[in-house]
């Protein structure tokens, strides 16, 4: 009912001054009613035999209607109150238009409501208020869609009462929207071995713990100045480096430092450039895993479930070497990050937040959310290869073979 009210026609050029009028902006009366054309096209520019026109009903030239004030603060608002302040108390004029609500009387909060043209407001109406307009010319009657629905009792059969149907579509109003994140964009977590840094802050409450570096608004607690803290992964996230210190907790690097007693700087896992050419040979017995101390090796973002029938929960491990050192224990079927791992004694720990371990054997990867463990086990190879540096440009490799020969 809403949609726009229009007519359209082909028009044949009979030499008359009505033909020359149909032209954009112009009015046409038709079943008493008053249309503006918006579209009047000539199928042939050169003789002008016929027009295509197009017309919308004059009611929606309510569009030029504007109101500039505004009703100012939060205030419950009627259809009445909404088509009265636009089209009645509008210092500019109302273009001549008149309304009528009719068997409408709820309200809804608007906040600040204004700066409207009168198209907009009866739009608002039509949507807040559920409400349809019946519009004589310029005269716009809104009333609730239960009063202005009746049935007629009609039937429309094909070939007795129409002789054929039309289907059009218009894919005008349909578009999908997708926002796609590469992966090189995504923050990656860098293990830095077994980092220690202080505190270095001049804020009240210490330096603030996130739970998210992506979004670090959630501060999950204050680490206070000159305390020392083990960490374990680093993230860039917003060109921001980021150090994690618990299980999901993590601190920006403005409030750590390295330099003072007992600190250990960060390893660096990243590899920026390599150049040069060389031969790689490994040993097969210098590559064994070592399972007897346990080295930590990283795996990913890894994401596992406790399983485990063991009264009191898992128990958590603050030394993987020595089986009484249990610290914590982990209530089956709880979800926990994991970044690292180590072998002992053939069995895999997996760390679930600084210096504590749970054995394998109670952590599941295969439930709703979970995130399998990457592999990040140096495996023996044998054999050679050549690392080649980026191609230079074609003097300088020139130069650096005539040396080569050379020698």
């Known amino acids: 009912m809403n949609k726009t009210n229009q007519i359209d026609f082909t028009a044949i050029n009979d030499g008359s001054i009505g033909y020359q009028l149909l032209q954009n902006e112009n009015y046409i009366v038709f079943d008493g009613q008053k249309y503006r054309i918006k579209q009047a096209e000539k199928d042939d520019e050169g003789y002008d035999l016929k027009r295509t026109v197009s017309a919308t009903h004059i009611w929606f030239d309510c569009q030029y209607v504007y109101q500039y004030d505004k009703i100012n603060g939060t205030k419950k608002l009627s259809a009445n109150d909404l088509m009265s302040f636009v089209f009645d108390k509008n210092e500019l004029g109302n273009h001549g238009f008149t ?31 559920n409400l349809v307009v019946v519009a004589d010319n310029k005269f716009i009657t809104l009333m609730p869609l239960k009063d202005w629905q009746h049935k007629v009792n009609k039937s429309f059969r094909y070939i007795h009462d129409t002789p054929t149907f039309t289907a059009n579509i218009d894919t005008t109003e349909i578009q999908n929207i997708a926002r796609v994140y590469g992966k090189t964009n995504a923050p990656v977590t860098s293990p830095v071995g077994t980092a220690i840094g202080t505190i270095n802050t001049m ?13 670090p608004t959630n501060t999950v607690q204050n680490l206070p100045n000159g305390t020392k ?55 097969t017995d210098s590559l064994k895993e070592d399972t007897s101390g346990g080295k930590v090796l990283p795996v990913g973002n890894a994401v596992g479930t406790v399983n485990t029938m063991v009264t009191g929960g898992a128990p958590v491990l603050s030394d993987p070497l020595k089986p009484d050192s249990v610290v914590n224990h982990l209530n089956n079927g709880t979800t926990w990050a994991i970044n690292n791992k180590k072998v ?14 749970v054995d394998s054997q109670y952590i599941n990867f295969d439930k709703d959310g979970s995130v399998k463990p990457e592999d990040h ?17 074609k003097d300088t490799d020139s130069s650096k073979d005539s040396d080569k020969s050379d020698e």
Request: aromatic share 10%.
């Open 99 to 129: 309304w009528k609500v009719s068997n409408s009387t709820e309200t809804v909060t608007f906040t600040d409501y204004g700066e409207k043209s009168g198209l907009e407001c009866i739009n608002d109406c039509i949507e807040k208020f």
């Open 203 to 215: 804020e009240a409450n210490g330096a603030p713990v996130v739970d998210d570096p992506n979004k």
């Open 229 to 283: 803290w083990v960490m374990d992964s680093k993230v860039v996230a917003n060109g921001e480096m980021w150090y994690r210190v618990s299980t999901n907790g993590w601190v920006n690097e403005k409030y750590i430092v390295f330099d003072k007693n007992g600190d250990v700087q960060p390893e660096n896992h990243i590899i920026t450039e390599v150049t040069g050419q060389g031969t790689i040979k490994t040993s």
């Open 344 to 357: 002992v004694n053939d069995i895999t720990y997996y760390e679930v937040a600084t210096n504590q371990w």
């Open 377 to 393: 086990t140096i495996t023996p190879v044998s054999g050679q290869g050549t690392v080649k540096a980026p191609e230079t440009d």
